[in-house]
């Protein structure tokens, strides 16, 4: 299959460059190559190329950065999305896009999201990434949106190194207790793609890691399976921990479509921790 993806240089963007390149013709666009919210260069890309699928893994991803910057938030969330849909409609690809749990409010405690229960974002971020859920189905007519949920994998920052780089150097951390989703590993995600691709899948689908815990329990599962203590993390909940945008206090998602259409290959969020802490040489 021939796989144009963008935002090449993000974590989740270099994980499926990386693990999409062996078995497709990938051909990846960092920022530099390819800014998607310039319309020419992403239609004359899409028609030179003529790719089966084009996966945007681009996107203004500063939560708290988006409620300063809320144009620039708009147009790399909403407007680069409508021209990667009406570029891959043109050329009869598919389009995959990712959102966020962040288009829920979370003022509930249980049970998990499913698909059609209604958004309602809290902060710039979420209701920017809505509205490009909204741009890639409308747009392009074999679109499919996976909502994900707390990413990390190698290749930027991510919450999953940084407590267990903070631990290693002895340093403490706040972290709160009262946020509760579920850690989604890069690899997992880029698996769950190719099955998508591979059966044709369609419309939206929350595809986020088995299981909940909130942040704290997230660090100190990373700290016990990487074999360090856990006492430098400190539990906050999330009014001590002064943050510009409003987080969701409960975001975990139900891979409700995914199990419906028997697709879902996501796993447990701890085994796919341990999996990452392994590849990064940190399991002991
Ligand atoms: N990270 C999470 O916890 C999380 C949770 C739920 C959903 N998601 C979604 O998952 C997807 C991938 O996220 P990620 O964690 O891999 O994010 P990431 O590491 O921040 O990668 C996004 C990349 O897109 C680039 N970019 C920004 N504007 C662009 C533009 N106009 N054209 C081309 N590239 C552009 C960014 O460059 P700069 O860094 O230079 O801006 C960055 O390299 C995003 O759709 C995100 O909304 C992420």
């Known amino acids: ?96 896009h990712f959102s966020t749990d962040f288009v829920f409010d979370g003022e509930r405690s249980g049970p998990p999201y499913r698909e059609y229960d209604t958004p309602n974002p809290l902060s710039v971020y979420g209701k920017s990434k809505l509205t490009g859920e909204r741009e890639a189905l409308q747009n392009c007519g074999r679109g499919m949106v996976l909502r994900l949920a707390w990413v990390y994998g190698p290749g930027g920052w991510n919450f999953t190194d940084w407590v267990v780089d903070q631990a290693r150097q002895g340093k403490e951390m706040r972290v709160v207790t009262d946020q509760i989703g579920t850690p989604t590993w890069t690899g997992d995600v880029v698996r769950q793609v190719a099955r998508l691709l591979d059966e044709d899948g369609r419309g939206l689908y929350h595809a986020t890691g088995g299981g909940e815990c909130s942040r704290y329990e997230w660090a100190c599962e990373a700290l016990r399976l990487a074999g360090l203590p856990t006492e430098r993390v400190i539990p906050v909940t999330s009014e001590a921990l002064v943050q510009k945008a409003p987080r969701p206090r409960y975001s975990v998602l139900d891979n409700f479509f995914l199990r419906g259409q028997d697709l879902d290959v996501m796993r447990d969020w701890r085994e796919a921790l341990s999996e990452h802490l392994n590849e990064a040489g940190a399991l002991t």
Do not use: H, W
């Open 1 to 96: 299959m021939k796989i144009m993806i963008c935002g090449a240089d993000g974590k989740l963007g270099q994980r499926l460059a990386r693990d999409l390149g062996p078995r497709n013709d990938v051909r990846a666009f960092c920022y530099a190559d390819l800014d998607i919210e310039r319309l020419d260069p992403v239609y004359q890309t899409a028609r030179e190329i003529k790719p089966d699928a084009i996966i945007n893994a681009a996107a203004f991803t500063a939560v708290d950065r988006c409620e300063d910057e809320i144009d620039a938030a708009y147009r790399a969330n909403a407007v680069g999305v409508r021209n990667l849909a009406v570029a891959a409609d043109s050329v009869g690809a598919r389009l995959v």
